[in-house]
């Protein structure tokens, strides 16, 4: 897989995928990352890339013409499945959409900034609108931080081992059961008796009994979609 960000911010995103598993994943072949810096695309020789919105309100707007540049020159070069672009008012991301994303081939993903992008890049270019909650960042960075973490820790390889994606909070609607490690015993505070007893069965009736539980006390909305 192949995700290229557009940003004028790419040292927000540089150390989220040069660390631990995206940057196993990029070690393994499993996934491309390309920052692309979004003043490299613009005409302008102070290397703005921003402007004043008409009708005159506050706050800047990323400009069209360096954002289909940047767009224009990626699609050149190979074919892409989504032009993605992070903004507050976009779909609500969850699991279900990242399972999606994690199979495609070619995703671009364009960071919002500032006041917004102008509005014609989203009605030509953009094909997918995301937000990842109902809250508004400095910029769309970390959302596209968030999103690429989330996709490439679904690829079969990126995550030791394949089951425990699988197990994960959301993606049965259902919030993942507790984990313990030793000491069994620490200070009088025990490890449920049913983990230590070696009796396969019982423990995934007991994790799946925990998971049903947390999931109605602390997630009521996921219960209902099951
Ligand atoms: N940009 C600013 N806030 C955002 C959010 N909540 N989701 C995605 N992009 C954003």
């Known amino acids: 897989m192949r995700i290229d960000i557009i940003t004028v911010l790419p040292e927000m995103i540089e150390g989220t995928i040069n660390t631990s598993i995206l940057k196993r994943a990029q070690d393994k072949g499993l996934v491309?990352?390309?920052?692309?810096?979004?003043r490299d695309y613009t005409l302008d020789k102070h290397k703005r890339v921003d402007?004043?919105?008409y009708g005159g309100e506050a706050g800047m707007v990323l400009q069209i013409e360096p954002i289909d540049r940047a767009i224009a020159y990626l699609k050149s070069q190979r074919d892409y499945d989504?032009?993605?672009f992070t903004t507050p008012d976009g779909e609500?991301?969850?699991q279900s959409t990242a399972n999606e994303l994690s199979l495609l081939n070619n995703i671009i993903i364009l960071c919002g900034h500032y006041k917004g992008v102008d509005y014609r890049v989203r009605?030509?270019?953009?094909?997918r609108e995301i937000s990842i909650g109902?809250?508004?960042?400095t910029g769309g960075e970390l959302?596209?931080?968030i999103i690429a973490d989330a996709i490439v820790r679904l690829i079969p390889g990126a995550i030791g081992d394949e089951q425990s994606a699988l197990s994960d909070?959301?993606?049965d609607n259902l919030l993942a059961p507790p984990v313990y490690t030793r000491p069994a015993d620490y200070k009088g505070w025990t490890v449920p008796e049913v983990l230590l007893s070696g009796h396969e069965r019982k423990i995934h009736e007991w994790r799946l009994e925990q998971a049903e539980k947390r999931t109605k006390d602390l997630r009521p909305d996921l219960s209902r979609k099951m």
């Open 32 to 38: 491309t990352f390309e920052l692309h810096n979004l």
């Open 51 to 53: 402007d004043y919105p």
């Open 82 to 84: 989504e032009v993605i």
């Open 92 to 94: 609500q991301f969850a």
């Open 123 to 127: 009605e030509h270019l953009i094909t």
């Open 134 to 137: 109902d809250f508004v960042l």
């Open 143 to 145: 959302a596209a931080a």
């Open 169 to 171: 909070s959301f993606q």
